[in-house]
């Protein structure tokens, strides 16, 4: 993968009134083909620094984002006024989610832009948690790094 540009995602998540925010920057890649838009680039996580998982946005339309985990069955369908279920691997399991997608915005282009979602997620349709999500691209100046 290459990482031309400089990702940052912040994400919050809000439950039972209380809201708690993480932001990380990392590199990745943007590219268009087929007419959608993918944005990828890898996690870490905090108990395994050195393993990284790949993760993939594909931005289908000006309604549809699908996250996607390669290689695990997690797959997050984030449409526009729509509820969807969706597999979640927590890592000790797979978890059957619904997800709500209240807001979806977009302005990405080869220079680079932002994508934020809000949605909800239920189990068995009781609210779990309200979920924002925005990621900032900008396209790396590699000659001056």
Same mark, same amino acid.
């Given at each position: 993968?290459?990482?031309?540009?400089?990702?940052?995602?912040?994400?919050?998540?809000?439950?039972?009134?209380?809201?708690?925010?993480?932001?990380?920057? +990392?590199?990745?890649?943007?590219?268009?083909?087929?007419?959608?838009?993918?944005?990828?680039?890898?996690?870490?996580?905090?108990?395994? %620094?050195?393993?990284?998982?790949?993760?993939?946005?594909?931005?289908?339309?000006?309604? +549809?984002?699908?996250?996607?985990? %390669?290689?695990? %069955?997690?797959?997050?369908?984030?449409?526009?006024?729509?509820?969807?279920?969706?597999?979640?691997?927590?890592? /000790?399991?797979?978890?059957?989610?619904?997800?709500?997608?209240?807001?979806?915005?977009?302005?990405?282009?080869? /220079?680079?832009?932002?994508?934020?979602?809000?949605?909800?997620?239920?189990?068995?349709?009781?609210?779990?948690?309200?979920?924002?999500?925005?990621?900032?691209?900008?396209?790396?100046?590699?000659?001056?790094?």
């Amino acid at each position: 993968m290459r990482e031309d540009y400089e990702i940052t995602i912040i994400g919050r998540q809000t439950i039972d009134a209380q809201t708690d925010e993480i932001q990380v920057d +990392t590199l990745g890649d943007y590219t268009e083909r087929g007419g959608a838009k993918y944005i990828s680039y890898t996690e870490y996580a905090d108990e395994a %620094p050195y393993n990284g998982q790949l993760k993939v946005l594909k931005i289908e339309n000006e309604d +549809t984002v699908t996250m996607l985990t %390669p290689g695990t %069955p997690t797959r997050l369908v984030l449409e526009k006024g729509k509820r969807h279920k969706c597999l979640y691997d927590t890592g /000790a399991g797979v978890l059957s989610l619904g997800v709500y997608t209240q807001t979806l915005k977009h302005d990405l282009s080869a /220079a680079g832009g932002e994508l934020c979602i809000r949605y909800t997620l239920d189990i068995d349709t009781q609210l779990s948690s309200s979920n924002e999500i925005c990621v900032r691209l900008r396209k790396r100046d590699l000659f001056n790094k």
